[in-house]
């Protein structure tokens, strides 16, 4: 029982389109030492086999990136600890909006035994398709609010590796706790 039953198996399943998601998940993997996987290329057997994920998606005009993957894959993961990070453009106060974006896109069984965590962004106007552009002249339309209309005009470089301290904080917290409850019972019931 004790050895394998003792070491917990993570994983970290992202996708990301201009790259800051990307960035985030291998900054975590070298922190963490767990490997990591692009949402398109994840078998089932690599899913059943960790005990917990962590899964990192952009927001995309308010859909997670990773929404049909989470979709497909609910059997498998609805039993594990999941930790998500979630990339996005919103400033930490917009509470509502990251609440709405959490509400439209995680399915209520996992969302509320979720760890999630907001992570900030990159957005290079210069960089972006032509429909990227486009999508983001009307988001800059319909906002209503002076400031965000000109902060949503602008470049975001936001992406820092110290933007990732609590979760890995949190994630170390966990695997411990794992690690010590494990060990007691294999103590206890030796
Ligand atoms: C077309 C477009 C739509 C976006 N929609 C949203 C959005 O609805 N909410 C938000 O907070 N950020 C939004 N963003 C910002 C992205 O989430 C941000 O740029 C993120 O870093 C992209 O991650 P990636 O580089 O891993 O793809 C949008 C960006 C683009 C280009």
Redesign the pocket.
Known sequence: MKNKDSILNGLIIYN???????QYAEWLAQALKIPLIRSGETTAAQVTNADFLLIGT??????F?MLKWIRKNMKNIRNKKLFFFI????APGELA?RDK?VLDNLPGEIRAKSSIYFLP???IHKK?TLF?RL??AI?VRIEKNPEKRKAMRSD?DA?KKDNLTPLINSVNDFYYRGQLLSSTSVATHG
């Open positions: 990301s389109k201009y790259g800051a998601t990307r952009p927001v995309y005009m308010g859909k990136r990339v996005n453009a919103t909006k974006f962004g990159r957005l972006l990227d999508m983001v988001g975001l992406v």
